[in-house]
């Protein structure tokens, strides 16, 4: 491989896969290598673990807010419209933001909705079990995400569909089986801020014991959340909580089916699950990249980075850095410690990161246990990203098993 050939720009090469040898490469011999583009200025890519904590960990330097957190660079009307959501604020407006939304996402709320993702995964498993195969993504790995982000937020059953809906249309990618037009897209959004402004209002006049209840009725010094704040947030969250989860699912499938030697320790011993799923996270982190904007010169890495420029953290690199992690692309569900970036770090660490690991515990578990022979019954396909390591497609089979309930 020949630097030159670095062009993590190609989306086609991510079609097999991350390119873990460019990466590779780069943490070795230039760890802020400058990646150019025939649209737009160009960025740095930090491949190194400990440049992502300091990036991450510099808002102040390093905004999500001046040019936003997607690579590409998009005008000042589409930035205001970007900046109402918390993934693309700074403090001190994110930190108040933050706040208010915490008290909706606490450990104790989480494991209150545990036993109810527990038994979605059960009812899940239970759809396919009878058949001998599926086709996973679809009928597995999407389905509890959404369910449980819908329980947790408080989206009665019968709109849970919509909410669905409107959530895949609005995961906008650049593989052309999943586009959308421009169109479509924004009916999609204009859906999910109707829908949110509906269920607000609602729990304004009564309020529950959910998200949203928390959202609409909470302050923060003395202040509520205006209709703005309140349905971008909920926008975030159904498209933040979905794609990344389902992704997550789906890899941790492919990676046990792939490794058979770990998939029978996690059989014969099923308190190993919960580093199993940390593993799937570091080795296969769901969430490629996020950007940064310089807001002043500054060294990083020994690079100089010139106020205004680009800065790209590329998790798959970070999660394999040698420096951090003993023999990175071992996938090995014993690892200890296994300190990775899956849910990144700083101010914006995930704030479903907490959810997210209940689901994949609850659905892994059950899968592990009552279905322990799924195989490859079709190439699996990848997502055509740079964004998003996902799996649009892969079918499975297994020897059927009788319902659980
Ligand atoms: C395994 C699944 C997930 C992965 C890998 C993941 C990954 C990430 C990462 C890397 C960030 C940091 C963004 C940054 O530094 O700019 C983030 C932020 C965020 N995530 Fe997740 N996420 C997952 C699941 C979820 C779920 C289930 C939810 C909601 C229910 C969620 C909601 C959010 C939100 C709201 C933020 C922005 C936080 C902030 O700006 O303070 N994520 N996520």
């Not at 930035?79 to 108040?96: F, I």
């Not at 036993?115 to 996973?136: P, Q």
């Not at 703005?228 to 794609?243: K, R, T, V």
């Not at 969430?287 to 980075?305: C, E, K, N, S, Y």
């Amino acid at each position: 491989m020949l630097p030159g050939d670095i062009n993590l720009n190609d989306l086609f090469v991510f079609d097999d896969g991350i390119p873990h040898d460019w990466f590779r490469w780069m943490r070795a011999n230039d760890p802020l290598r400058w990646q150019s583009e025939t649209e737009g200025a160009g960025y740095w890519c930090v491949s190194r673990y400990d440049d992502a904590v300091a990036v991450s960990r510099d808002n102040v330097l390093f905004s999500s807010s001046a040019g936003g957190t997607n690579i590409f660079e998009v005008g000042e009307e589409q930035l205001v419209v970007l900046r109402a959501l918390m993934l693309n604020m700074d403090p001190p407006d994110h930190s108040k933001y933050r706040r208010l939304v915490n008290k909706g996402f606490t450990p104790a709320r989480v494991a209150n909705l545990r036993s109810g993702i527990v038994n979605m995964s059960r009812e899940i498993v239970d759809s396919i079990a009878e058949r001998g195969e599926c086709e996973f993504v679809d009928d597995v790995a999407s389905q509890l995400p959404m369910m449980s982000i819908c329980d947790m937020l408080g989206v009665p059953a019968e709109d849970r569909r919509h909410v669905y809906d409107l959530s895949n249309t609005l995961i906008g990618f650049d593989d052309p089986e999943f586009q959308v037009s421009d169109e479509d897209r924004m009916n999609a959004s204009v859906g999910m801020f109707e829908y949110a402004q509906k269920l607000g209002d609602e729990r304004r006049a009564n309020p529950g014991d959910d998200l949203v209840s928390v959202l609409v009725n909470g302050e923060v010094d003395g202040e509520k959340l205006n209709d703005l704040e309140f349905n971008s947030f909920f926008l975030l969250i159904a498209l933040a909580g979905n794609e990344t989860t389902r992704t997550v699912t789906s890899q941790a499938m492919r990676l046990l089916i792939e490794h058979p030697d770990q998939r029978a320790l996690l059989v014969d011993d099923p308190s190993l699950l919960s580093g199993a799923v940390e593993e799937v996270l570091r080795y296969n982190p769901a969430v490629i990249h996020f950007r940064r904007t310089a807001t002043a010169d500054t060294q990083l890495g020994g690079q100089a980075i010139k106020k205004g420029d680009k800065v790209v953290i590329w998790y798959p690199s970070i999660n394999r850095d040698e420096s951090m992690f003993d023999d990175p692309d071992t996938f090995d569900i014993r690892r200890s410690p296994n300190e990775h970036l899956a849910f990144g770090v700083g101010e914006h660490f995930c704030l479903g990161a907490n959810l997210a690991r209940v689901q994949l515990n609850a659905i892994l578990g059950e899968l592990v246990s009552r279905l322990p022979d799924m195989e490859f019954a079709g190439p699996v396909r990848r997502l055509h990203s740079n964004f998003i390591d996902g799996i649009k497609e892969m079918r499975l089979s297994f020897t059927p098993q009788g319902k659980a309930t």
